[in-house]
């Protein structure tokens, strides 16, 4: 039974991430997200789980490259400058194909940009932010509850598809407060990790070499290339997952993930409120993407306004499922309501949009 | 010997591990890396550990040694086998012996932050440093503990001290840190030395059973292609011009940390 709680996002992701069995965090301090930090300093050895704070970014990815290979269910959390430093180890988790969780909290960007809340990652974390061609799952919460109930999926399906899951959150879902259920979700079964690194005595003599350099020895590289990418093919078929808000009459279609679906939503409602056909559609999987979803809501007729907090990221992928480019529009970044780091687009802003297309 | 009734008894008294499997080795003729993996295996095999340990290897040529070996093995990037180490480590809860396999370069140069924070928190892991003066994988480039005067594909010239920095002397430098608990260095390049650094080795991988800190050992290899030497030169060169910059020994041996 689940326990209702007025908590803020970063102890959702917490919460989430103690509901999904993870007992091993390694982390650096970077702000908007150092609370998720905190929080698994301050839980996790009352649940006899390891927390470490790592000298860097590179270095809190490598316990978690580690911890993975050894088999348990291992995260950690940081924000845009510090995702970009992990880049690298990340991509050995990739080719290695370790079940690992690590949050990004977007803040603004490039460089060290602003400590504020803000979407420039979206590019980053769906193309595989690492060096050579790779994918991870990447998950967008938009609420403080399915912060808490994504890090469960996320832990899921790192664990059934041996991949990186990413949760791609922002300053601002992490420093909210909103009422939730907090309670461990059941997705099934995943396979078991055999393969974890013990020492052979535990594991009846079997030894498994979990190697970034598999490609130097047979069944050569090519081969394990084009493993990898089947599995990105049966991941994009099966967990494709969307929101959607009013959208099976719209006309208009609002697209957008994180804080900014939030004001999206508000905007839906301004709209419907006045008997425009507006709707959403709030992409959960950012990779995969709801390609399929979009084309066929631009095949029955329907435009587009692409809202996000950047200058434009997320539009390339909604230009890729709609072939009439003009259908597409996008408000960005451009549209906060102030120049500097606190700048946000509101549901007004959206609305107004709205309402010069419609 | 000849047992009773003419049947021959044979007893095994020196050979291949029981945990090395028929494999190619992938280095050079005369390279030191694959007989300095050998002697930890040994160790582990002597100590009981080496169904419980899981070996990390960095980038380079230090641990190719371990390919074909019945163990546990993680390689991640070039540079932070110490940080996947204590991962590891963490995750078995302590009940695993976990060491990392580096190059100079690996353990010195790109990963000398992960080595030093490591030391700094007394992980309970230990290092092994193969030290060939060079970058071997690459083609032999200076690397942080290439000699002053040493030619190499980036010190045309020879290592200018001024212009391109000076001998890094990892044990000597870790021995001074509190985490640590044991940090020496050792030969290979006669079988008086090999046996001492083995001595060296089963220290270290015994401080780490014991729980007290980090241990770490640095060993000296050759590295004959590279050098330009034949392997018998290369060799001589360890005994004579090497360990006059790297001295050989013990620098920390503590019992506990406090």
Redesign the interface.
């Known amino acids: 039974m689940g326990e209702k709680m007025f908590i803020h996002g970063y102890e959702a992701v917490g919460r989430g991430a103690l509901n999904a069995g993870c007992l091993h965090f390694f982390g650096y301090p970077i702000t908007p997200q150092n609370e998720i930090t905190e929080f698994f300093a301050r839980e996790l050895p009352q649940r006899r789980g390891r927390f470490v704070q790592a000298e860097s970014e590179s270095s809190s990815a490598s316990f978690v490259f580690g911890a993975a290979a050894a088999g348990v269910r291992v995260m950690t959390s940081t924000a845009s400058p510090g995702w970009g430093l992990m880049q690298e180890i990340l991509s050995h988790i990739a080719f290695c194909e370790l079940p690992c969780v690590v949050v990004n909290v977007q803040r603004g960007g490039p460089g060290q940009g602003t400590t504020r809340h803000a979407q420039t990652d979206y590019l980053s974390a769906t193309r595989g932010g690492g060096h050579g061609g790779y994918k991870s799952i990447v998950l967008a919460p938009s609420s403080v509850q399915e912060c808490h109930d994504l890090m469960q999926l996320a832990f899921y399906l790192a664990d059934k598809y041996r991949i990186l899951t990413v949760v791609l959150a922002d300053g601002i879902l992490i420093q909210i407060a909103e009422y939730i259920d907090v309670k461990p979700l059941d997705f099934g079964p995943v396979p078991p990790k055999d393969w974890a690194l013990k020492g052979i005595g535990k594991k009846e003599g079997r030894f498994d070499y979990i190697q970034s350099t598999r490609g130097l020895i047979p069944p050569i590289y090519k081969n394990i290339v084009e493993q990898l990418h089947e599995k990105y093919g049966k991941i994009a078929e099966y967990e494709t997952r969307v929101r959607t808000y009013q959208a099976d009459d719209a006309e208009l279609l609002l697209i957008s993930y994180g804080y900014v679906a939030r004001c999206c939503e508000e905007a839906v409602n301004m709209a419907r409120s006045e008997g425009l056909k507006v709707g959403m559609i709030q992409p959960i999987t950012l990779w995969p993407f709801p390609y399929e979803t979009l084309e066929q809501k631009a095949s029955q007729g329907c435009r587009f306004l692409v809202v996000e907090d950047s200058m434009g990221q997320l539009v390339e992928d909604v230009r890729l499922a709609v072939e009439d480019k003009k259908r597409v529009a996008l408000l960005g970044m451009s549209s906060r309501h102030l120049a500097g780091e606190l700048g946000m687009i509101f549901p007004e802003t959206i609305f107004e949009e709205v309402r010069k297309l419609i | 010997m000849n047992d009773k009734a003419g049947s021959v008894h044979k007893e095994k008294i020196y050979g291949p591990s029981d945990y090395k499997m028929d494999f190619p080795l992938p280095s050079c003729p005369g390279c030191g890396s694959p007989s300095a993996c050998k002697i930890i295996v040994e160790a582990l095999e002597e100590l009981g550990l080496i ?4 070996v ?2 960095g ?1 380079g040529c230090a641990g190719m040694g371990f ?1 074909g ?9 070039h540079g ?1 086998s110490p ?11 302590d009940d ?2 976990v060491f990392t396999v580096q190059g100079d370069g690996d353990c010195a140069a790109i990963g000398a ?2 080595l030093i ?1 490591s030391a700094a ?1 007394g992980d309970k892991i230990t290092i092994f440093m193969f030290n060939n003066t060079n970058y071997g994988t690459t083609g032999g480039q200076m690397a942080p503990t290439t000699l002053l005067g040493q030619v190499t594909t980036t010190t045309p010239q020879g290592r200018d001290g001024m212009a391109h920095g000076y001998p890094l002397h990892v044990p000597e430098m870790l021995a001074t840190m509190k985490g640590v608990a044991y940090s020496a260095r050792g030969s290979i390049h006669n079988f008086a030395h090999y046996q001492r650094t083995k001595k060296y080795v089963k220290s270290a991988l015994q401080k780490q059973t014991a729980g007290i800190g980090l241990s770490f050992v640095e060993i000296l290899t050759a590295c004959p292609v590279n050098w330009r030497m034949e392997p018998i030169k290369a060799i001589r060169w360890i005994e004579e011009e090497v360990t006059g910059e790297y001295p050989l020994g013990e620098f920390k041996n503590a019992d506990s940390l406090d």
């Open positions: 169904q419980n340990s899981v990390v290897i980038v390919f070996t019945k163990m546990d093995m993680a390689m991640c990037a932070p940080s996947v180490a204590a991962g590891i480590k963490h995750a078995n809860y695993v012996t932050g992960y924070n928190r």
